[in-house]
C-alpha cells in the first residue's frame, strides 16, 4: 500500500490514431473531434448526474472517471486548436 | 430540443472591439428552465456572445431576443431594468461589495430595485440557508473563502427571482472540490426557482452539469453534433 504506482499515461490511442488518419488522410479532423467532443460531454453529463445520489465511495470513483475524460476532452480542445500546424508538420515528416 | 420559441435567442451576432472581430456570426438559444454551457478556448469570444445575450454590450449587428422583445433595440434604461429585475449575474470573482456584509450583498439587487430595506433584508436572509451560509451573514467578503463568496453571489444573482442568470466562469477562481459544490448549488437552485442558466466555461467538469453544450470558436458558435440529450 506504501509504495507509489508508476504513473501510468491512460492513453486513448484510438482517439489520437484517428485523428492523425483524418490529417494523414486529408479528411476533415474538425469534423471528428467535434463529434468526439459531443460523445465526451454526454457520458460526462451522464456521471455528473449520477454523482447527485451515489455514495461516497462512489462519487469518488466517478470522479475518477470524470477527471479521466476531462483529460481527453482538453487534449481534443488543445487539438482542435492546432490542426493546420499538425498538418504542415506531418507534410514535412512523409 | 423543443420546437417552441425560445426564452432567449441571438441570431447572427456580430461584435467587434476595433480591428478585432469577437463575434462573427454567433447563433445561440435557449429554452425556458434550460441549463446551458457555452464553452470554448480563451479568446474564442464565448464572454462577449454571454455579455451581448445579457445586454451589457450591444452587437454591432443581429439581434437579441428575450421573450419576443428586441432587447439589442433597447434604450439603456430599459436595459438596466431589464438586467435588475429579469437577468441574475454571477461573475469568476463574485464581485461582491467589500464593504458590505454578506446579508446586504445579497439584498442589494432588491435594494437597488427600490424595495424596502427591512424587505429586502429579510428575502437575503431567506436565502442564507439554501445555500450553506448559516451564520455567515454579517461577515464581509474578505472574512469568507471563495467557494461561499459565490455562494453569496448564486443567492444574489437569485434574490430578484430572475428568468436567466448568466454565469461567467463561476469556479474560475476556485478548486475542483469548491468548483463542484458551486456547480451542484447554482444548478438546483436555478432549477427549483425555474430559472434557466447560461454558464460560460472552459472546463468540460462544469460543463458537465448543463443539459446542452454549445461550443464557440473564432466568433461562431459551433452546432454540436446530436449524441443524446441530456440525463
Known amino acids: 500500500m506504501s509504495e507509489p504506482e508508476e504513473p501510468q499515461p491512460q492513453l486513448q490511442t484510438v482517439l489520437f490514431q484517428k485523428v492523425v488518419l483524418a490529417l494523414m488522410s486529408g479528411r476533415p479532423a474538425h469534423e471528428y473531434l467535434d463529434a468526439q467532443r459531443e460523445a465526451h460531454l454526454k ?3 451522464e456521471l455528473t448526474a449520477a454523482r447527485r445520489t ?9 470522479d475518477y472517471q470524470l477527471f479521466h475524460i476531462e483529460a481527453d476532452l482538453r487534449w481534443i480542445d488543445h487539438a482542435s486548436g492546432r490542426p493546420d500546424n499538425l498538418i504542415e508538420e506531418m507534410e514535412i515528416e512523409l | 430540443m423543443s420546437e417552441a420559441t425560445p426564452l432567449l435567442a441571438g441570431r447572427g451576432l456580430h461584435k467587434n472591439f476595433g480591428l478585432t472581430q469577437a463575434l462573427r456570426g454567433a447563433d445561440l438559444s435557449l429554452e425556458a428552465g434550460e441549463v446551458l454551457a457555452v464553452m470554448g478556448p480563451s479568446g474564442s469570444g464565448k464572454s462577449t456572445l454571454l455579455h451581448c445575450l445579457a ?3 450591444t452587437p454591432d449587428s443581429g439581434e437579441v431576443i428575450f421573450n419576443g422583445q428586441r432587447i ?14 429579469v437577468f441574475g449575474f454571477v461573475f469568476q470573482f463574485g464581485q461582491l461589495v467589500p464593504e458590505l456584509p454578506v446579508l446586504e450583498n445579497i439584498a442589494l439587487p432588491l435594494l437597488l430595485a427600490g424595495k424596502g430595506r427591512r424587505v429586502a433584508i429579510a428575502a437575503a436572509q431567506a436565502w442564507l440557508p439554501r445555500l450553506g451560509l448559516e451564520g455567515l451573514g454579517h461577515r ?5 473563502s471563495g467557494g461561499q463568496g459565490q455562494r453569496v453571489a448564486i443567492a444574489r444573482a437569485l434574490v430578484t427571482g430572475p428568468r436567466i442568470v448568466f454565469a461567467d466562469e463561476p469556479t474560475g477562481s ?11 448549488l447554482l444548478v438546483s437552485v436555478a432549477k ?4 434557466s442558466v447560461i454558464v460560460v466555461t472552459h472546463e468540460p467538469r462544469v460543463a458537465a452539469y448543463a443539459d446542452r453544450q454549445v461550443t464557440v470558436r473564432d466568433g461562431r458558435t459551433v452546432q454540436p453534433a446530436v449524441v443524446g440529450g441530456a440525463p
Do not use: F, N, W
Not at chain 2, 439589442?72 to 429585475?85: E, H, P, S, V
Not at chain 2, 427549483?192 to 430559472?195: G, L, M, Q, S, T
Open chain 1, 43 to 45: 457520458v460526462m453529463r
Open chain 1, 54 to 62: 451515489a455514495s461516497l465511495r462512489d462519487s469518488l470513483l466517478i
Open chain 2, 55 to 57: 445586454g451589457i454590450l
Open chain 2, 72 to 85: 439589442d433595440r433597447m434604450l439603456d434604461g430599459q436595459r438596466t431594468r431589464l438586467r435588475r429585475t
Open chain 2, 140 to 144: 464581509l467578503p474578505g472574512e469568507i
Open chain 2, 174 to 184: 476556485l478548486d475542483s472540490v469548491a468548483g463542484d459544490q458551486v456547480m451542484e
Open chain 2, 192 to 195: 427549483e426557482e425555474h430559472a
